[in-house]
Structure formats: C-alpha cells, structure tokens
C-alpha cells in the first residue's frame, strides 16, 4: 500500500516505462484538518516501484499554476502515455473559480523526457463546450464537470484519444454524467466530440475517472460514482468503482448495465496489467473506514478475473489452475 504519514492520499494513475512502474497520486497535507478541504489544495506526486507493493516517494510532478492560469486553484486527475517523438505527456484537469465561486476544469498536459522532470505547456488543450456538454451556466450542477483525462492511442492507429469526466446539458440532473470524448492527431492539439454515452433514468451524475482496458480479450470500462450522485435506481448497489460492459475501447459503452466491483470503502479503481505474468490487477485509494471517515492511501494490488460475465477482484488461490491471461 502507499500511504503518507502527514498528507491525505487519494485519486492516482500509473505509467509502466519497462523497468518501473510511476504512480502519480493526488495529496494534500494533513494540516487543513478536514479532508474534504483535500481538493483545493492538491498537488500531483510521483513515487516509483519494481514490484506495485514497495513504493518509494520521488520528486512532485505538478503544483497549481499561477494567479489566472486554468490550474491555478488545484492539479486533479490525469493519466499519462509516451508519445511517438519520445516524450511522456501527463495529461491532468485543471481546477480554477469562476465569479460566484464555483469550479471550472479544463484538461492541460506537461512533458517530460524521463517521467521524472515535468513542464506544463501553456493552457488548457480542451474544456466542456455547448452542444454536447453542460457548461457552469446551466445552474444545474455543483460544477463545471470536464476532468480526469484517460488518454490511449486509437486502436486502428489514427491518433490518440482522450475520454473526460463530463455531463450531458439535458436530462435527468443525477443521470447527465457521460463520458466526454476528445480526439488528437500528435498529443499536443486536441478536437473536441460528442459524448459516448448518453444521460440516462438509470444513469449517475457523474462519471470519475474513467478507463478503458481489454481484459484478457474483453474490453471494458471502468468508473467511480458514490450513490449519493447517482439516480435513485442506482442507491441500493452502494458502489464505489463499476464497471460497463463495451464492444471496443471506443463503445459502445451500456451505462445502464453498470455494476460494482468495489463497494464506497474503495474508490478510483484502476486497472493495471503485471508485466512479468501479464496478470491484470485492480487498484483503488481507500475512502471511508466503518464509522463514515475518509482515509486515504492507495490499496495493494488485487488481482481480477472474468467471473460470470463480470470483471471480479479474485483472490490468488482462484486463479491457480485458470488459463494463462491473453
């Protein structure tokens, strides 16, 4: 598990560069005394691993830009993949206030030729944008949704995509949550898409941290959304990470046959496949313990399997004997 003594530990992603594995993770200091002040005091961390269990802590990535910048409240959630010219590119949401104070994100990105050394390119790359996506101005949501890039290449070779946390501008308030959809030619200029899912009487408010994977010949789709910001058809399932079942990594995506992997103890589950054993596993930050409380700290790994038709955290002794992962 990774876990700091004297900072709040939650939202995070990997990158695999073939000899270690990054985790940059969102924190904030333990000072503010109340966690859910964590947001507007985040900074993007970075700690190294060989084997996903033993982490150890390295310079930051990221901090809030300056005064009028888009990231000049908070640095949130991203993902990061190497470019065709060699570079990594970290793509994050960033967090700033508009009149009224309420929060605006917008995706931007930073370089680096090792993972380690990072700087920001200058602004945002893309931001939510009528028609397709709900804006601060419809008065409808606590924020202007458009966070949490999760960037991988196109399957078919044609550029690079980007799916973002983001909201529909019609429908039910608690079912609007979509993923939005990007797409790039090189990484760095990006066009804005219509959405791939749509809002939905069974849907949530909000769709976190989203992830695409084909898991041992099945694609899938990976989300977070606690019940308090889902519909009400989806309050008795109490779940913290779903999943969706998908026909490609592009969709399409069946919001409504959404199911939990994880209950609202664990959040932000994210897939990583083990390079030695090609073995997926499921990670995810610790959220609430038995009395209600945030904790914090990203879980040890948890091996998954397809189980019935869904993806499942299994225990070791199950998977012994099951056919090697594809």
């Given at each position: 598990m990774f876990d700091?003594?004297?900072?709040?530990?939650?939202?995070?992603?990997?990158?695999?560069?073939?000899?270690?594995?990054?985790?940059?993770?969102?924190?904030?200091?333990?000072?503010?005394?109340?966690p859910e002040a964590r947001h507007y005091r985040a900074s993007v961390g970075h700690a190294v691993s060989d084997d996903l269990?033993?982490?150890?802590?390295?310079?930051?990535?990221?901090v809030r830009g300056e005064a009028g910048s888009f990231d000049d409240l908070a640095t949130w959630t991203g993902s990061t993949v190497r470019g065709a010219d060699g570079l990594w590119y970290l793509f994050y949401t960033g967090s700033t206030l508009a009149d009224g104070g309420k929060n605006i994100q917008r995706v931007g990105y930073a370089t680096s030729p090792d993972l380690v050394v990072w700087t920001k390119a200058p602004g945002s790359v893309v931001e939510a944008a009528a028609p397709w996506y709900e804006t601060i101005d419809s008065g409808a949501w606590h924020d202007e949704?458009?966070?949490?890039?999760?960037?991988?290449?196109d399957p078919g070779g044609d550029g690079w995509h980007m799916l973002v946390t983001a909201?529909?501008?019609?429908?039910?308030?608690?079912?609007?949550?979509?993923?939005g959809h990007a797409w790039s030619p090189d990484l760095?200029?990006?066009e804005l898409r219509p959405p791939l899912t749509a809002p939905s009487e069974k849907?949530?408010?909000?769709l976190e941290v989203t992830q695409v994977e084909v898991v041992d010949g099945r694609p899938?789709?990976?989300f977070s959304c606690l019940a308090e910001h889902g519909m009400p058809a989806r309050a008795p399932e109490r779940g913290g990470t779903w999943a969706v079942p998908a026909e490609s990594l592009l969709g399409p995506f069946d919001i409504e046959a959404a199911y939990p992997i994880t209950d609202e103890?664990?959040?932000?589950?994210?897939?990583?496949?083990?390079?030695?054993d090609g073995q997926w596993l499921l990670f995810a930050f610790r959220h609430l313990d038995g009395e209600g409380a945030f904790v914090g700290g990203v879980t040890d790994p948890m091996p998954v399997a397809w189980v019935d038709d869904r993806l499942t955290v299994v225990d070791d002794a199950r998977l012994e004997g099951a056919p090697a992962p594809a």
């Amino acid at each position: 598990m990774f876990d700091l003594s004297s900072s709040w530990v939650w939202d995070y992603w990997f990158a695999d560069d073939g000899e270690r594995y990054h985790l940059f993770f969102l924190y904030a200091s333990r000072a503010l005394h109340d966690p859910e002040a964590r947001h507007y005091r985040a900074s993007v961390g970075h700690a190294v691993s060989d084997d996903l269990v033993t982490w150890t802590r390295v310079a930051d990535a990221l901090v809030r830009g300056e005064a009028g910048s888009f990231d000049d409240l908070a640095t949130w959630t991203g993902s990061t993949v190497r470019g065709a010219d060699g570079l990594w590119y970290l793509f994050y949401t960033g967090s700033t206030l508009a009149d009224g104070g309420k929060n605006i994100q917008r995706v931007g990105y930073a370089t680096s030729p090792d993972l380690v050394v990072w700087t920001k390119a200058p602004g945002s790359v893309v931001e939510a944008a009528a028609p397709w996506y709900e804006t601060i101005d419809s008065g409808a949501w606590h924020d202007e949704a458009f966070r949490d890039p999760w960037v991988f290449p196109d399957p078919g070779g044609d550029g690079w995509h980007m799916l973002v946390t983001a909201r529909a501008p019609e429908g039910p308030v608690f079912g609007r949550g979509v993923v939005g959809h990007a797409w790039s030619p090189d990484l760095r200029t990006w066009e804005l898409r219509p959405p791939l899912t749509a809002p939905s009487e069974k849907g949530f408010g909000q769709l976190e941290v989203t992830q695409v994977e084909v898991v041992d010949g099945r694609p899938v789709l990976l989300f977070s959304c606690l019940a308090e910001h889902g519909m009400p058809a989806r309050a008795p399932e109490r779940g913290g990470t779903w999943a969706v079942p998908a026909e490609s990594l592009l969709g399409p995506f069946d919001i409504e046959a959404a199911y939990p992997i994880t209950d609202e103890s664990l959040y932000v589950g994210r897939l990583l496949r083990r390079r030695d054993d090609g073995q997926w596993l499921l990670f995810a930050f610790r959220h609430l313990d038995g009395e209600g409380a945030f904790v914090g700290g990203v879980t040890d790994p948890m091996p998954v399997a397809w189980v019935d038709d869904r993806l499942t955290v299994v225990d070791d002794a199950r998977l012994e004997g099951a056919p090697a992962p594809a």
